[in-house]
């Protein structure tokens, strides 16, 4: 556990995105500790995936800073940005696995084109990461589009953890999955973060997997954070904007943007 | 009002495409020349932009030479000119039919095809997993298509020039009562190095195109099935538009001294 008052492992400050004229990040604050697993909840549209696309440079911010180990990513660029980079790994709402390449190759992938391993180690490096989210061997050879929902899931999260990063971003992880599956995605992904030591920073709308995952909640309304702590906390927030979020409720400050 | 806020619209629009397309290509471009170089994934491009568009390529190619040599027969009779069927056909396609046939169809073929693959890896977080495995996706995806249709092209439409005027041939011989070895001297007489190198060089313009229009046109599509549908109409057309634009352009360059 980190001492306190330790660098953050992410932090993003009065971070700003706008497309055209719809602003989704608006000054956006959030500290992700080392260790820490945090969850960002909040309802469909509100800059949850444009944040973390943010934080793991595919998108650019507008304004605002991004510090990754004390770092600020948002003036790095070149050789040192792609090394900065390297310390992420992200598991996709959909898995986004490669369908021209075949189950290992996928997991492989960040190994042979990011960091030159051989094919023969990295195929085997591979095999041993199915292992651990519970696949086995003869998946490997499989292609993509031969697998359920929930064994993308699977090979997604081997692709991710096969690099060995720091920091692991989850996007929606039980979005698409049935309960019992989303309940299997969790406890996997509760073992393989407590397993490898990492920080995480997950994005959901889905409650019961944000409080099995998470030991902290911040949940982003109109592109701000508008509560953070920890997730024993949430029931007790006094505030309207979590309390109607985890009540599922209509009625409340969040209005829903409903477009005829 | 409302009129010239459409102009502006319609203007900064093309503007804003245009900006976007130059810095996709400049972007592509360095993308070449810095390392790392994926010499499989070139092959294997080369395969699918090249060795497959083979046959189609060759009909349309074989039909051309054909048509041309009866309408050409057709107009030069007029004039007792039938002997100089030969060496038109020849120049019309080397010169321009070979490279513009060629180009079109693998157009329709590859552009659509690249598009509609890229396009699907936009759409389903495909190209933004890459940059999380430390891989570059111009460098991955749009560079060796890049290389792989301007060497593929002009082989291709080396290739179709020869099925081109065998058409030609056929045609003259079969349906036009030429004499097989004479037409076959008088091509071969008539051929120069200018007609046919001018024709390569439009080929690897075209491919060009092809591939850039192909990639742009997916990696900026938005959307679910029907923003991959859009994406792949679009490449075709815009490629088609801008290679017989630049046929234009090229043949102003190369044959008016």
């Known amino acids: ?260 | 009002m409302n009129v010239f806020a459409a102009i502006g619209r319609v203007t900064l629009g093309f503007f804003r495409e245009t900006g976007r397309l130059s810095l996709f290509t400049a972007d592509s471009v360095t993308g070449v020349v810095r390392p790392p170089v994926y010499w499989w994934l070139i092959a294997q491009q080369m395969m699918r932009i090249g060795y497959f568009s083979l046959p189609v390529v060759g009909l349309t190619a074989f039909f051309t030479g054909g048509v041309l040599a009866l309408q050409i027969y057709n107009g030069a009779s007029r004039y007792g000119a039938e002997s100089f069927v030969p060496v038109v056909v020849l120049v019309g396609i080397t010169r321009e039919l070979g490279p513009v046939i060629a180009g079109l169809m693998v157009a329709g073929r590859v552009a659509a095809a690249i598009a509609a693959e890229i396009g699907t890896m936009r759409v389903t977080e495909q190209i933004d997993a890459l940059t999380t495995l430390s891989t570059n996706p111009i460098k991955y995806l749009v560079v060796p298509r890049l290389i792989a249709a301007v060497i593929s092209m002009p082989i291709l439409v080396a290739i179709a020039d020869s099925i081109g005027v065998f058409g030609g041939y056929i045609a003259s011989t079969q349906s036009l009562g030429f004499n097989g070895s004479v037409y076959m001297n008088n091509t071969m007489n008539g051929l120069t190095f200018d007609d046919v190198s001018s024709g390569l060089i439009k080929a690897a313009v075209f491919g060009f195109i092809i591939a850039l229009l192909g990639c742009y046109n997916g990696f900026n599509s938005k959307g679910g099935a029907q923003g991959v549908g859009a994406a792949t109409t679009n490449a075709v057309v815009t490629s088609s538009i801008l290679i017989l634009a630049a046929n234009y352009l090229l043949t102003n360059l190369l044959f008016t001294k």
């Open chain 1, 1 to 260: 556990m980190p001492a306190p008052g330790s660098v953050p492992k992410v932090e993003l400050r009065g971070v700003k995105k706008r497309f055209g004229d719809k602003v989704v990040l608006d000054g956006l604050d959030l500290v992700l500790q080392p260790g820490h697993s945090l969850v960002v909840i909040g309802g469909s549209g509100t800059g949850k995936s444009v944040m973390i696309k943010c934080v793991l440079g595919i998108l650019r911010p507008d304004a605002g800073q991004i510090f990754v180990d004390g770092q600020e990513l948002t003036r790095l660029s070149g050789r040192a940005r792609d090394e900065v980079l390297k310390k992420f790994a992200m598991l996709f709402q959909g898995a986004a696995l490669f369908d021209s390449l075949p189950v290992w190759e996928n997991v492989a992938f960040g190994l042979i084109q990011g960091r030159g391993v051989a094919r023969a180690k990295a195929k085997d490096i591979a095999i041993q990461k199915l292992a651990k989210v519970g696949l086995g061997a003869d998946v490997a050879m499989l292609s993509p589009a031969e697998l359920s929902g929930g064994m993308q899931k699977r090979v997604g999260l081997a692709r991710a953890i096969a690099a060995d990063p720091d920091i692991i971003f989850f996007d929606e992880p039980t979005t698409g999955l049935d309960p019992i599956m989303a309940d299997v995605i969790n406890d996997l992904i509760i073992s393989t973060v407590k397993d490898l030591g990492v920080t995480t920073l997950s994005i959901t709308h889905d409650m019961v997997s944000a409080r099995k995952i998470s030991d902290h909640i911040a949940m982003l309304y109109k592109g701000k954070i508008v509560w953070a702590g920890p997730t024993a906390e949430i029931d007790h927030s006094d505030n309207p904007f979590v309390d109607q979020f985890i009540h599922g409720s209509a009625e409340g400050p969040i209005k829903m943007e409903v477009r005829a």
